[in-house]
């Protein structure tokens, strides 16, 4: 069986990908697998997927996405040079990501397409429909993002991370599977934090704080962290994911040779995993695939959503998760304005253990440890009613 997986934009699409291919390969050791993405997060990508397995191919392909923000009314879509100049480009990156899905389909044709969804997934998810390949999708939002409303038109299966109330799509083709990550997001008993924390070169009895905004990074915690990096280095030690964008700016406003305070500009599944498991306290953005590893972790989190995204797709994965008294929320523009609010919130909690705990519970409940499997199950019996 030949699989086609297009994934990228961000971690949130990788991430759960690789579980994906992990598990078909232990399904069907002969599968032959091939990965499409864009070209921006192509670098993280391809360390994503060779961490799981250096022989498979990660190419990129022309894509576009149509920027809808969260914080802007309609008609200021419409009239920002930012936005819509941006836009009318990507229009025609899109076309060429037809024609280059034409052209790559001619001479590989691939027997199931998975598409972890995103604007990646678009072209080439259309032009499988074209070619009579059966397509799988992914959608990890509680809220549908525009690329899997158009995808879900053409999918054999769709998959989706929250329950089914939260979508619109035919339900003879639509099943609740959850969110596939990797195995190694468990959670860490103590002593295995501590040999973590010891690996890394912090104190293993005190308290860690792993700060991440993702594969690409977020400026705005990265600020915030820079700003009150004393205060919280009086708290814990600190280790903050910065994104690879991000690195070299942070790197010239951080300290170098303090045993408290690390900085790290990506890490890939198993790494990170590793990195999470360790930390007392987690700080991240509110991607939904974020939002499952953690809960498969049990860890005490602090969510920042990121507020401009399109469809605020973060702030109401935040809100499901701050409604079930799982993770505290903190607002990033109030955060931009007042980065004490982070030092606020990690005091709260590490001087609160028995809510840390709670929270912790709570988070483990919601995870659905056999997602990746059902998701290969989908991908398999498409490519069955193919042949």
């Known amino acids: 069986m030949k699989v086609l997986v297009l994934a990228g934009g961000s971690g949130g699409h990788v991430t759960p990908a690789v579980a994906v291919i992990h598990k078909l390969t232990q399904h069907s050791p002969e599968v032959e697998v091939r990965v499409w993405c864009d070209r921006r997060y192509a670098p993280q990508c391809r360390s994503l997927v060779h961490s799981l397995d250096n022989t498979i ?8 996405k149509i920027r809808r923000y969260y914080h802007l009314a309609w008609w200021q879509h419409l009239t920002s040079p930012s936005v819509i100049f941006p836009n009318i480009r ?16 001619a001479v590989w044709r691939p027997d199931v397409v998975f598409a972890k969804g995103g604007f990646v997934s678009v072209p080439a998810g259309i032009v499988a429909w074209v070619f009579k390949i059966p397509l799988v999708i992914h959608d990890s939002d509680s809220r549908p993002g525009l690329a899997n409303r158009i995808l879900a038109h053409f999918a054999s299966y769709i998959a989706t991370g929250t329950p089914l109330s939260n979508y ?29 924390k010891a690996r890394l070169g912090f104190a293993p009895d005190k308290p860690l704080v792993v700060i991440t905004g ?13 700003k009150q990096l004393t205060p919280l280095l009086a708290l814990s030690s600190i280790l903050l994911l910065s994104g690879t964008g991000h690195y070299a700016e942070t790197h010239a406003h951080t300290p170098h040779d303090d045993k408290r305070f690390r900085l790290i500009p990506f890490a890939d599944s198993r790494e990170m995993a590793q990195l999470l498991g360790a930390a007392d306290i987690v700080v991240s953005r509110a991607g939904a695939t974020t939002i499952l590893e953690l809960s498969a972790l049990a860890k005490p989190t602090i969510l920042v959503p990121a507020a401009q995204l399109a469809g605020g797709h973060q702030i109401k994965n935040a809100a499901e998760c701050a409604k079930a008294g799982v993770a505290e929320i903190i607002d990033d523009d109030a955060l931009a304005a007042d980065p004490q609010m982070l030092l606020n919130t990690i005091s709260s909690l590490l001087a609160n253990p028995a809510k840390r705990s709670r929270m912790a519970q709570g988070f483990y409940a919601l995870t659905k440890p056999h997602a990746a499997e059902q998701v290969v199950q989908l991908i398999e019996r498409a490519a069955t009613k193919k042949s």
């Open 214 to 226: 993702g594969g690409l990074g977020a400026g705005r915690l990265n600020d915030a962290v820079t």
């Open 168 to 196: 619109p799509y035919d339900r003879k083709v639509t099943h609740y599977t959850g969110i596939p990550i990797h195995e190694d997001f468990h959670p860490y008993k103590d002593a295995d934090r501590q040999k973590v």
């Open 57 to 64: 191919p990660v190419q990129t392909i022309l894509c576009g």
């Open 90 to 105: 990507d229009i025609f990156l899109v076309i060429g990501g037809f024609l280059q899905s034409c052209a790559k389909f």
